[in-house]
């Protein structure tokens, strides 16, 4: 009987194949292999409130994304599965954030227009968003007197869609 195990991130393989085969029933041989990271470049545009400061809303969305309990961050992501739905919610439960749209993804050098065309990862392929690879624009509300301003390279006239239920087939 064989296990194979893609370790995620930063590890050392040897030793955590090692552990593994100690802990393993008598005659389970267990093989690490260390997963490819495919870095996701992601531009996301956001409408915050004019009551809320610009730097204190991106602060807490970058942390709802890839913070440590955040829905990107690599510990949290679960294999397999859906995550827009969940990057949805999560940009929308920051306060002062009204509306989201994400602008452009180039997840391992491809550019990818829609992002429900991505394609299957192979098994030990995981997605990597690093802090620098998340680029947020802001726009303040329609009707307030404050201009909205570019956090990070991107365009802060991008259209940004309403507050809307997240979609689950994304």
Known sequence: VGVRVVAIGPTDGDALEAALN????????????????LRLQWT?????????PEDEVLDAVRAAL???RGVLHVSNVPLGRVVFSRVHA?????????????SSWVLGGE???????????APDEYVSLAEGDLVLSVRVEA??????ASASAGSAADEVSPRVAPREDL
């Open 90 to 102: 999560a940009v929308l439960g920051v306060s002062g954030v009204s509306g989201m749209s994400a």
């Open 143 to 148: 009707g307030s007197a404050v201009d909205g």
């Open 22 to 37: 100690q802990a393993a029933e008598p005659g389970t041989r267990v093989r690490v292999v260390l997963g490819t990271p």
């Open 111 to 121: 550019t990818i227009a829609d992002p429900s065309g991505i394609r299957r990862l």
């Open 44 to 52: 996301l545009a956001l409408r915050r409130s004019p009551r809320r």
């Open 66 to 68: 890839i913070g440590p």
